[in-house]
């Protein structure tokens, strides 16, 4: 069994200085860091917040991911692929089930076909030209509804390499939209060549 949230709050606390502060991460020393070490410090542990507060779209019925169900640049009955905007890097993709799922609740069914969605469009990814590598997150303490990020690093750029890529992204200006468009379009098409589905929500074929 897991620490207690007050159990794991004083475990961490005993590695803090006398601002309950913990000492800076390894990963500040990684060659791939966007900071330097000078200066930075970490942000003081805060007591732990138990009974936690509800996700965005917790109730399907105020789901903003639901209401978007037919947003996107691929789609099948079950799945819709989107691109980010407002990002740093080339490309920014999520894959989303159309119908209000988290992740441990996907039918076994989805769940395999996420699996193979999510293998493909790294593939289809990493084939547009300038892509390096395209890595897969998911994170879900912010909303309740699944969502799949895909991050297309850009070729060249050794600083972005590895699991600071989002935290670069953020830092980095806003990628141009319109070569950004393409390439959705781009890994939209091979992914309906490889998985069927569409580009629009009307008109949908299987597979």
């Known amino acids: 069994m897991a620490l207690t949230p007050d159990e794991f709050h004083q475990h961490a606390l005993a590695a803090t200085d006398a601002e309950r502060r913990l000492p800076l ?28 507060p509800p996700r965005h779209g917790e109730d399907p019925a105020t789901c903003g991911i639901c209401g978007k169900r037919d947003e996107g640049v691929w789609f099948n009955e079950r799945w819709r692929l989107a691109r980010v905007s407002g990002v740093g ?32 469009i790294v593939r289809h990814m990493q084939a547009v030209p300038h892509i390096a590598r395209a890595h897969l997150y998911r994170f879900g303490d912010g909303a309740a509804h699944l969502h799949l990020w895909f991050f297309g690093r850009p070729e060249g750029q050794a600083q972005l ?27 939209a098409d091979a992914l309906v060549a490889s998985s069927g589905g569409s580009r629009t929500p009307q008109g949908l074929t299987t597979r």
Request: glycine share 4%; charged share 25%.
């Open 25 to 52: 991460s390894r990963m500040t020393m990684w060659e791939i860091s966007p900071f330097e070490q000078d200066g930075l410090r970490v942000t003081p542990l805060r007591p732990p917040v138990t009974p936690e």
């Open 161 to 187: 390499w590895g699991s600071w890529l989002p935290v670069w992204d953020d830092l980095l200006p806003e990628y141009p939209a319109g070569p950004a468009d393409a390439d959705a379009a781009l890994v």
């Open 89 to 120: 890097v080339p490309l920014v993709l999520m894959l989303y089930p159309r119908d209000h799922y988290d992740l441990a609740e996907l039918p076994d069914e989805m769940a395999a076909e996420m699996g193979l969605l999510s293998t493909r």
